[in-house]
């Protein structure tokens, strides 16, 4: 089982730019989520979502948008990146969102520079 | 505000020491807690989880302590080695609208 994957692993955008982070969990997993890591600070959460065709806001959500078309795959887009957005990207699932089943399983993250 | 802190911000140690880190939180109602490992440029991964009613937890050479009655837990590394070095990242699940809140971690180095 390759777990949680994450495409790409890199990115320089400028600002004003557009992209998709790619997030895949061959676990069966109901439960997705996008994070942002920044030196400092928590993991934050951005978007998730409770099982395919459903997305939710985090804490962070203003400048990102999600979809949730298939179980396996998580997709992070952001319009109009500005260089506030520069961070390393975390996607992450778990069974459920239940006290003894939120065990979160991370991919290996992608981080993203906007100049 | 529910919170959660950790402390040290950063400790470096000698291979072979043990050392312990200290996560404070004000999370309630509280559900669990668990600890997570992270590696440079990697994701975190789940370590040990704490339920209320569980004191203390061993995964190999790591032990993790609770006490919910003054809201901290301690996660105790024995005989460090240097793939010990990593972030150690506490997460309580709770709140009034049972959510994950994250320390911002604890960075460990052990040097040889």
């Known amino acids: 089982n390759a777990g949680v994957t994450q495409t790409p692993k890199f990115r320089v955008l400028k600002t004003g730019q557009s992209m998709t982070l790619l997030c895949a969990q061959d676990m069966n997993h109901e439960y997705m989520y996008w994070y942002r890591q920044d030196p400092g600070m928590g993991l934050r959460l951005i978007h998730y979502?409770?099982?395919?065709?459903?997305?939710a806001k985090g804490e962070v959500p203003d400048g990102y948008n999600v979809s949730r078309l298939k179980k396996q795959n998580f997709l992070l887009g952001l319009e109009s990146a500005a260089p506030s957005q520069t961070s390393v990207y975390f996607c992450?699932?778990?069974?459920?969102?239940?006290?003894?089943?939120?065990?979160?399983?991370f991919g290996p993250g992608t981080r993203l520079t906007v100049l | 505000k529910n919170q959660v802190e950790q402390s040290p911000q950063s400790l470096i140690i000698l291979e072979g020491k043990n050392c312990t880190l200290q996560?404070?939180?004000?999370?309630?109602?509280?559900?669990?807690l668990r600890w997570y490992k992270q590696d440079t440029g990697r994701g975190p991964v789940s370590l040990t989880i704490m339920t209320f009613s569980e004191n203390t937890k061993s995964n190999g050479r790591y032990t993790a302590t609770l006490d919910a009655d003054t809201k901290q837990s301690s996660l105790h590394i024995t005989a460090s080695q240097l793939s010990d070095s990593a972030s150690y990242i506490c997460?309580?699940?709770?709140?009034?609208?049972?959510?994950?809140?994250f320390g911002t971690g604890t960075l460990l180095a052990v040097q040889p």
């Open positions: 996560c404070n939180y004000t999370v309630s109602p509280f559900s669990n």
């Open positions: 997460v309580v699940y709770g709140g009034a609208t049972n959510k994950l809140i």
């Open positions: 992450a699932s778990s069974y459920s969102g239940l006290r003894l089943y939120n065990e979160q399983f």
């Open positions: 979502s409770v099982g395919e065709g459903t997305t």
